[in-house]
């Protein structure tokens, strides 16, 4: 099968890979519907260490369902599945209270072997506890929407969620990536009223405010936390979302958090120490976020996808054969693509 591997920083190659085969009887096996190139992927195909067999790569998929171990009940056959980015087992305490990201036997830290979700095929295990069947057809026009399900709504979602986007909120989204457009869409669910989206690519923030935003700042540093103090009148945002994960916009989202407002992190941090002390503490800023458990909220998602109300997967501006993902990762890495989905 054909599969993308990171061999060093900048060089991503699609190559011949062993398929995938049923290893434990709660495995399955799905062929790749549609993959894509997610914003933390880049993080590793700018820094990774030169590797001799690569790194398999991608975490977003929908697929269907080629075979199934013995212990599999949830999915059959022929059934198209969303999986979720992080496994899980979906029994433990942690799944059940929503935070399959801490599954106990699977989870964000519990290595898999699984390979990458941008290839031809690729194995999933504990089945029942992580992949999510939707009944459509595999051309479904949705797929797209269907995706961003896997993670990035999903996460935008979680960081609206945990900031407590809700009426009578302002709330600030750092980072116009799909990450912090599907925020922008997620607060707007939550009744938020008044957005401001960060960003300084017109093509971005435009389908941000066809998600809600009702303002932009394109300025950064003291002039952008300037900017949004002024349009919210010297005192900041009750919520601020960080969707970048480097320290500069982590910095940028202290600067224009209200006294006693939140700030929710859900770009993967790309710094170990950042400024959390007395300045946070005496305003009572409350710092929250993480890795989204997105298995938990598809029962929420899914419907606006399936019926339109929701257009998530707008943030898909570029689509390429499976064969040219490393033109997917230079085109997202030069800012020439939001968001780059892959088929097979």
Same mark, same amino acid.
């Given at each position: &099968?054909?599969?993308?591997?990171?061999?060093?920083? $900048?060089?991503?190659?699609?190559?011949? !890979?062993?398929?995938?085969?049923?290893?434990?009887?709660?495995?399955?096996?799905?062929? *790749?519907?549609?993959?894509? @190139?997610?914003? %933390?992927?880049?993080?590793?195909?700018?820094?990774?260490?030169? %590797?001799?067999?690569?790194?398999? &790569?991608g975490h977003e998929m929908v697929g269907v369902?080629?075979?199934?171990?013995?212990?599999?009940?949830?999915?059959?056959? $022929?059934? @198209?599945?969303?999986?979720?980015? @992080?496994?899980?087992?979906?029994?433990?305490?942690?799944? =059940?209270?929503?935070?399959?990201? %801490?599954?106990?036997?699977? /989870?964000?830290?519990?290595?898999?072997?699984?390979?990458?979700?941008? !290839?031809?095929?690729?194995?999933?295990?504990?089945?029942? $506890?992580?992949?999510?069947?939707?009944?459509?057809?595999?051309?479904?026009?949705?797929?797209?929407?269907?995706?961003?399900?896997?993670?990035?709504? $999903?996460?935008?979602?979680?960081?609206?969620?945990?900031?407590? !986007?809700?009426?009578?909120?302002?709330?600030?989204?750092?980072?116009?990536?799909?990450?912090?457009?599907?925020?922008?869409? %997620?607060?707007?669910?939550?009744?938020?009223?008044?957005?401001?989206?960060?960003?300084?690519?017109?093509?971005?923030?435009?389908?941000?405010?066809?998600?809600?935003?009702?303002?932009?700042?394109?300025?950064?540093?003291?002039?952008?936390?300037?900017?949004?103090?002024?349009?919210? /009148?010297?005192?900041?945002?009750?919520?601020?979302?960080?969707?970048?994960?480097?320290?500069?916009?982590?910095?940028?989202?202290?600067?224009?958090?209200?006294?006693?407002?939140?700030v929710a992190r859900v770009g993967v941090p790309?710094?170990?120490?950042?400024?959390?002390?007395?300045?946070?503490?005496? =305003?009572?800023? *409350?710092?929250?976020?993480?890795?989204?458990? @997105? =298995?938990?909220?598809?029962?929420?998602?899914?419907? /606006?996808?399936?019926?339109g109300t929701v257009d998530p997967g707008a943030?898909?501006?570029?689509?390429?054969?499976?064969?040219?993902?490393?033109?997917?990762?230079?085109?997202?890495?030069?800012? !020439?693509?939001?968001?780059?989905?892959?088929?097979?």
């Amino acid at each position: &099968m054909r599969a993308t591997y990171l061999f060093g920083p $900048g060089d991503v190659r699609v190559i011949d !890979a062993p398929e995938p085969r049923i290893e434990q009887p709660t495995d399955a096996v799905l062929r *790749t519907l549609v993959a894509c @190139v997610c914003g %933390s992927d880049l993080h590793p195909y700018h820094s990774a260490q030169p %590797s001799e067999h690569g790194r398999a &790569m991608g975490h977003e998929m929908v697929g269907v369902v080629e075979e199934i171990g013995a212990e599999v009940t949830t999915v059959a056959p $022929g059934d @198209v599945v969303i999986v979720p980015f @992080v496994f899980s087992c979906g029994v433990c305490d942690f799944c =059940r209270e929503g935070l399959q990201t %801490s599954c106990r036997v699977a /989870g964000l830290t519990v290595p898999t072997g699984a390979g990458g979700a941008q !290839a031809q095929y690729r194995r999933i295990p504990f089945a029942d $506890g992580t992949l999510y069947r939707v009944d459509v057809a595999v051309d479904d026009e949705r797929m797209p929407g269907l995706l961003t399900l896997s993670d990035v709504y $999903g996460t935008g979602h979680h960081a609206a969620v945990t900031g407590g !986007a809700a009426p009578g909120k302002d709330v600030v989204v750092v980072g116009d990536g799909a990450v912090g457009l599907l925020a922008v869409l %997620s607060a707007r669910r939550l009744g938020a009223e008044r957005i401001i989206l960060m960003g300084r690519h017109e093509a971005r923030t435009d389908l941000g405010r066809r998600y809600g935003a009702t303002d932009v700042v394109a300025a950064r540093g003291d002039a952008g936390v300037e900017a949004v103090r002024d349009l919210t /009148g010297g005192d900041g945002a009750h919520v601020v979302i960080d969707a970048v994960g480097h320290l500069p916009a982590f910095e940028q989202a202290l600067g224009v958090v209200r006294a006693g407002g939140t700030v929710a992190r859900v770009g993967v941090p790309q710094y170990s120490d950042g400024p959390i002390g007395r300045e946070q503490f005496g =305003r009572n800023v *409350t710092i929250t976020g993480g890795v989204a458990p @997105v =298995r938990a909220y598809i029962d929420d998602l899914l419907p /606006g996808v399936l019926d339109g109300t929701v257009d998530p997967g707008a943030v898909f501006d570029r689509e390429l054969p499976l064969d040219d993902a490393a033109t997917g990762y230079r085109l997202m890495d030069d800012r !020439a693509a939001l968001k780059v989905m892959l088929r097979p």
